[in-house]
């Protein structure tokens, strides 16, 4: 994974990440709140967080799963700093570390990502996806809340159109726009259908996707 740029970007980005993060995500509630709901039938469940950032996702899990063992992985120092500092009073694990190489337990009833693994290539997503499974307990389930790129040059088209006029009508300062503009250049979204064929590949049952707007959606599937 060649993370140095990503890492960089996300460092830079970390003070005001959660400040603007509900404008730049459209239906961010909506969106977030579908990958919770996904884990309502696990009890007190041991959860693994992929690219967990400052933690937006982490506190929704926590508040349905009060109970829970939580780990929090991500490359950037900065964003894990913020999250320490949001949950200082919890017993939450944090791994500073590359989550398609690092060796994790290999018994997690949840593993989540939200809005990180498109910064990988095809080939590495395949990687991780694999990896992710061979972490799950029987019965667990991997919930991926992520971006897809368009099925064609012309249904990629519509995504980019909808991302910029959204960005656009955001009550967001202007140098906060460009630095999610530049950011965004460092994407590589794959294909929906892809994706789905990939996670069917390597075993997972009930593969569905539960949420879909323009580019983002969330998958999930079980071991």
């Given at each position: 994974?060649?993370?140095?740029?990503?890492?960089?970007?996300?460092?830079?980005?970390?003070?005001?990440?959660?400040?603007?993060?509900?404008?730049?995500?459209p239906n961010m509630?909506?969106?977030?709140?579908?990958?919770?709901?996904?884990?309502?039938?696990?009890?007190?469940?041991?959860i693994l967080d992929?690219?967990?950032?400052?933690?937006?996702?982490?506190?929704?899990?926590?508040?349905?799963?009060?109970?829970?063992?939580?780990t929090l992985v991500?490359?950037?120092?900065?964003?894990?700093?913020?999250?320490?500092?949001?949950?200082?009073?919890?017993?939450?694990?944090?791994?500073?570390?590359?989550?398609?190489?690092?060796?994790?337990?290999?018994?997690?009833?949840?593993?989540?990502?939200?809005?990180?693994?498109?910064?990988?290539?095809?080939?590495?997503?395949?990687?991780?996806?694999?990896?992710?499974?061979?972490?799950?307990?029987?019965?667990?389930?991997?919930?991926?809340?992520?971006?897809?790129?368009?099925?064609?040059?012309?249904?990629?088209?519509?995504?980019?159109?909808?991302?910029?006029?959204?960005?656009?009508?955001?009550?967001?300062?202007?140098?906060?726009?460009?630095?999610?503009?530049?950011?965004?250049?460092?994407?590589?979204?794959?294909?929906?259908?892809?994706?789905?064929?990939?996670?069917?590949?390597?075993?997972?049952?009930?593969?569905?996707?539960?949420?879909?707007?323009?580019?983002?959606?969330?998958?999930?599937?079980?071991?």
């Amino acid at each position: 994974m060649e993370n140095k740029e990503v890492v960089d970007a996300f460092n830079k980005a970390s003070t005001d990440y959660d400040k603007y993060r509900k404008q730049a995500i459209p239906n961010m509630d909506i969106y977030y709140n579908t990958v919770v709901n996904l884990t309502k039938n696990y009890s007190d469940p041991k959860i693994l967080d992929l690219g967990a950032g400052t933690g937006i996702l982490t506190e929704l899990l926590y508040k349905q799963h009060p109970n829970s063992d939580i780990t929090l992985v991500d490359l950037s120092t900065e964003m894990l700093n913020i999250a320490k500092d949001k949950f200082n009073d919890k017993n939450f694990k944090y791994i500073e570390a590359d989550y398609l190489t690092h060796d994790f337990d290999k018994d997690y009833d949840i593993i989540v990502s939200s809005l990180s693994i498109h910064h990988l290539t095809d080939e590495e997503k395949k990687v991780l996806y694999k990896r992710i499974y061979n972490f799950l307990r029987t019965g667990g389930v991997f919930i991926n809340a992520d971006q897809v790129c368009g099925a064609t040059e012309y249904t990629e088209e519509i995504y980019k159109k909808e991302d910029a006029s959204h960005l656009n009508r955001q009550n967001i300062p202007e140098k906060e726009k460009d630095i999610l503009r530049q950011r965004r250049l460092l994407d590589k979204p794959a294909k929906l259908l892809d994706t789905i064929q990939w996670y069917e590949d390597i075993g997972y049952k009930n593969v569905d996707v539960y949420y879909k707007y323009y580019r983002y959606f969330v998958i999930a599937g079980e071991k």
